[in-house]
């Protein structure tokens, strides 16, 4: 019944008053290329660019295709304001492919440079970082008050992994807590890549940001790759191992074990199967939609959790919250685009 109350719940979205979102702090321009092998035939599929790897080929073309925003911050934002709501992205956007939002903009600076390599369903990655590697405090606070911050009805941090000044906002968090309830999801990118030790500054200033007043409800929104990362890096226990059981369990076994661990408001793990949630007083698991072939994966996660920052600014339940993250991230997965409120309900409705 997950989607079915979901979409009971959008005209809550279409009727009252937007809610204001703060994403934040990175921003990178995304240049896309095809890819040409052996034959100079363009390559439509993984296996076929690693055949030729094999084989020993090491010759490659690249064709240009498009320049567009990227960044987890960006398109938390643009998930946002697709939704109807109020967006503030505060990012590295200073780039013309960055310069024409129709929502609220503050930049601290250049953008970092990625290179997409799109090879049918499946793409390559790779990031050169920009000045946003340094970012600090400092930057922040140079071009919006902390003041506009704080006053938002949720803030959607995200890519501490590139931009690991983000855990001096968590300490910020700690001195000057908002004086109404600010739910903060954490989407902290790819965590399995890190030393497991560089992880702990961060799950430190989360579960201290959490504690320090009743306002703040921290939750860490990771997909199971991470989640496993995060357990292991915590030594967080979940339970002996049981040969016959499913994966699926397993995830739910480790979410809550890492929440409890972290001691932070919730712990959030989304997948292709299913978004499970741990909270203090609640587990909930929201199965995924399927929408036949996937047509981009990259950036999915970055509109799941803008989706729940949603939810939870209006204070919706723990199922819910994952279901409209869901069907984000499932729409943009089948068409490359941002899903809206007229997309979400669609999603819906093939969820029957």
């Not at 052996?38 to 010759?59: H, K, M, N, P, V």
């Not at 793409?123 to 704080?150: K, M, T």
């Not at 967080?236 to 397993?250: I, K, L, M, Q, Y």
């Not at 970055?302 to 209006?314: E, K, Q, V, Y």
Request: charged content about 25%.
């Amino acid at each position: 019944m997950s989607y079915d109350e979901l979409c009971d719940r959008l005209d809550d979205l279409d009727s009252s008053g937007a809610r204001r979102v703060v994403t934040l702090p990175d921003g990178s321009v995304d240049c896309w290329y095809a890819i040409a092998g052996e034959g100079g035939d363009r390559l439509e599929e993984i296996d076929t660019f690693a055949d030729q790897l094999a084989t020993g080929t090491r010759s490659f073309a690249l064709e240009p295709i498009d320049a567009r925003p990227g960044g987890q911050a960006v398109n938390a934002a643009t998930q946002v304001h697709a939704l109807g709501e109020r967006a503030t992205l505060v990012g590295h956007l200073d780039h013309p492919v960055l310069a024409d939002f129709p929502f609220e903009t503050h930049s601290m600076g250049t953008p970092a440079t990625v290179r997409v390599i799109d090879i049918g369903s499946d793409e390559l990655q790779f990031s050169e970082p920009g000045p946003a590697a340094d970012w600090g405090l400092e930057e922040l606070l140079a071009v919006v008050d902390w003041d506009r911050i704080v006053d938002a009805d949720a803030l959607c941090c995200t890519n501490w992994v590139s931009v690991r000044g983000l855990t001096a906002v968590f300490d910020r968090l700690v001195s000057t807590p908002p004086d109404m309830r600010l739910p903060i999801v954490v989407d902290p990118g790819p965590i399995d890549t890190v030393d497991p030790a560089a992880l702990e500054g961060l799950f430190d200033a989360l579960s201290r940001a959490d504690s320090a007043a009743t306002s703040l409800e921290i939750v860490l929104s990771v997909n199971p790759t991470e989640l496993a990362a995060a357990v292991t890096a915590t030594d967080a226990s979940d339970g002996a191992v049981d040969p016959v059981e499913t994966s699926g369990a397993r995830i739910r076994k480790r979410t809550a074990a890492l929440r409890s661990t972290l001691d932070v408001s919730g712990v959030v793990s989304h997948g292709s199967d299913a978004a499970v949630g741990a909270t203090r007083d609640d587990i909930a698991v929201v199965e995924m939609v399927d929408l036949g072939d996937p047509r981009r994966t990259t950036g999915a996660g970055d509109r799941f959790s803008a989706g729940l920052a949603c939810a939870l600014a209006r204070e919706w339940p723990l199922e819910p919250a994952l279901t409209l993250g869901n069907a984000c991230a499932a729409h943009f997965v089948a068409t490359g685009d941002t899903a809206n409120l007229a997309a979400v309900r669609s999603v819906c409705e093939r969820a029957d």
